[in-house]
């Protein structure tokens, strides 16, 4: 178990991105946007009602029932994950390795936060025994532990932890008094959706787990920021204690980004199409990726969700020792460069710094610009395309050499 201070607010700034898409805007979202720009009035905090209901309709279709009351959007899901923080006193725990941007809003808070182990199988969420002991040895040092993350579909390690694993690290977590918030940003990303099943905590504990999800996972683009989250029934109090500190922070969703968040949401026949596309896409990119990279002996669990993927170069260290890399910091140095492209380490992440893991994104697998990466969502054989070929024969390159 490994801990953030709470008295030090530490190196905050310039955390990795989440694995962006590189996919062009959906045209059918950029005319929303486009027709809500002259709005000059901000909306209420929280996120107007048609975004609001548009969320409810969201989590409801994917079995967790909710009302508008029980939706919060906001400016992406750091402003709501320190919302979150903010309104539930005491110490945080979360996976080891976790999103590069958890730690931050815990140290920008002034909390505790604790990394626990994940078991061999998964990523995304804790070993309930090592969560168990990890309750015990915060209380036995003066902590009060009172929050824990997790993320059912992860990042970095892009696995889909399974139902039976997240069951028992959720009672594990209410045994011990902590509510849980779970990370569903990648939720609709999922490679083979009929092999990796996703069962979200709430559908487990619905009165214990707050779920959060940024939108730039799979409907809408990065740069367009806008998140929400869904509230147990029993949780308004909590909830109103968020939009305050929402409004403080100034987190509200500019009118054209929340016009384009509410039909996104609703999920119509184009907005489904692209998600279904780019997830097909992205699951030939991180499974030829990841062939490459075992190929040359690193180590890679199977992508099962996302635009990454997580690799262990810890069998390729002598090779890696020979260029002058003996840490995750050296080996983000080292990969950046000589991919072109940013590979951020596992120590962003919350693993060991001598352990020699990064984050491979699969996006720029897809091509070097807009156009390119829109033929190969639009090909049916996208591995042939000559950007895409090359571009994994490079990756498989750069690996091969160390080992």
Not at 289 to 317: E, I, K
Request: overall charge negative; charged content about 20%.
């Amino acid at each position: 178990m490994d801990r953030s201070p709470p008295d030090d607010p530490g190196t905050v700034r310039h955390d990795p991105r989440a694995p962006e898409s590189g996919l062009p805007v959906l045209p059918e979202l950029r005319a929303v946007a486009a027709g809500a720009a002259d709005r000059a009035i901000a909306g209420p905090p929280g996120g107007p009602a048609p975004l609001r209901d548009a969320a409810a309709g969201y989590w409801t279709r994917r079995g967790l029932r909710t009302t508008a009351t029980d939706s919060v959007a906001a400016h992406g899901t750091p402003a709501l994950l320190c919302a979150l923080i903010a309104a539930h006193d005491g110490d945080v725990l979360m996976p080891r390795p976790s999103p590069a941007w958890w730690t931050p809003q815990a140290r920008l808070l002034r909390r505790a936060a604790y990394h626990v182990p994940t078991s061999a199988e998964s990523g995304g969420v804790p070993d309930p025994y090592a969560l168990l002991e990890a309750v015990r040895r915060v209380r036995a040092e003066g902590g009060t532990p009172k929050l824990l993350l997790l993320s059912v579909a992860d990042d970095p390690t892009a696995s889909v932890a399974p139902p039976e694993l997240v069951r028992e690290a959720c009672e594990a977590a209410i045994a011990e008094g902590l509510h849980i918030v779970s990370d569903e940003t990648w939720r609709d990303t999922l490679h083979d959706p009929h092999e990796s099943v996703l069962v979200s905590p709430a559908e487990m504990c619905p009165d214990e787990v707050t779920v959060v999800a940024d939108l730039a996972g799979a409907l809408l683009p990065s740069a367009w920021p806008a998140a929400i989250a869904r509230f147990p029934a029993a949780e308004r109090a909590r909830r109103e204690r968020v939009l305050d500190v929402l409004h403080v922070l100034g987190a509200g969703i500019a009118e054209p980004v929340a016009a384009a968040a509410a039909i996104a949401l609703d999920e119509p026949p184009p907005v489904v199409e692209r998600v279904e596309r780019a997830a097909a896409l992205h699951r030939q990119l991180a499974q030829a990726a990841h062939l490459a990279v075992t190929a040359s002996g690193a180590l890679a669990r199977p992508p099962q969700a996302g635009r990454h993927l997580y690799v262990d170069l810890g069998p390729l260290r002598a090779g890696l020792a020979a260029r002058g890399v003996s840490d995750s910091m050296e080996l983000e140095e080292y990969l950046t460069a000589r991919l072109g492209t940013p590979v951020p380490g596992g120590h962003r992440f919350g693993d060991e710094l001598g352990a020699l893991r990064a984050r491979l994104p699969t996006a720029p697998l897809a091509g070097s610009g807009p156009v390119e990466r829109q033929e190969s969502l639009n090909s049916p054989a996208p591995l042939e395309l000559p950007q895409v070929a090359a571009a994994l024969s490079e990756l498989g390159t750069a690996f091969a050499e160390l080992g």
